[in-house]
């Protein structure tokens, strides 16, 4: 079943500090896994995009519950052009499923993803202090 208020996120939202600095604040989070997709860097960029993969391909990331109208149109304002939200099947860490959106990479844009998986630690001590900075207030009119 696919509750309009959840996201799959397996990049830069998965750091709670960038969803509170974009939606100004905190909502529920969960472990959660997609299973037969991967997420590549985007080419000169800092942050990844989610493009189908094998089955035996999974991506680890946070399903956010709770999100308000609000909230998607600050989200889908901040993703660039060529993510697309689309609703996918996520295998949460107790077992069960959800449907909950994501931002996809389209079959057109791939080639826009380098070879290099995402990888959330080299992120997290290399950019996410400036990729904070570079965020502050973005939802702010």
């Given amino acids: 079943m696919l509750h309009n208020d959840q996201l799959f996120a397996y990049g830069t939202l998965t750091f709670h500090?960038?969803?509170?600095?974009l939606i100004g604040r905190e909502v529920s989070s969960k472990g959660a896994i997609i299973k037969g997709y991967s997420a590549y860097m985007i080419k000169g960029k800092n942050f990844p995009g989610l493009r189908i993969n094998t089955k035996a391909s999974r991506t680890e990331g946070i399903l956010y519950s709770?999100?308000?109208?609000?909230?998607?149109?600050?989200?889908?304002?901040?993703?660039?052009?060529?993510?697309?939200?689309?609703?996918l099947s996520v295998n949460l860490n107790d077992g069960s499923k959800e449907d909950a959106y994501t931002y996809l990479i389209h079959?057109?844009?791939?080639?826009?993803?380098?070879?290099?998986?995402?990888?959330?630690?080299?992120?997290?001590?290399?950019?996410?202090?400036s990729y904070l900075n570079m965020i502050l207030g973005f939802n702010k009119n």
Wanted: aromatic share 20%; hydrophobic share 35%.
């Fill in 107 to 129: 079959s057109e844009n791939y080639s826009i993803l380098s070879k290099h998986q995402w990888n959330s630690n080299y992120f997290e001590e290399n950019f996410l202090d």
């Fill in 66 to 87: 709770g999100l308000e109208e609000a909230d998607w149109e600050i989200l889908d304002q901040f993703e660039d052009s060529f993510y697309q939200r689309e609703v």
């Fill in 17 to 21: 500090e960038v969803m509170f600095h």
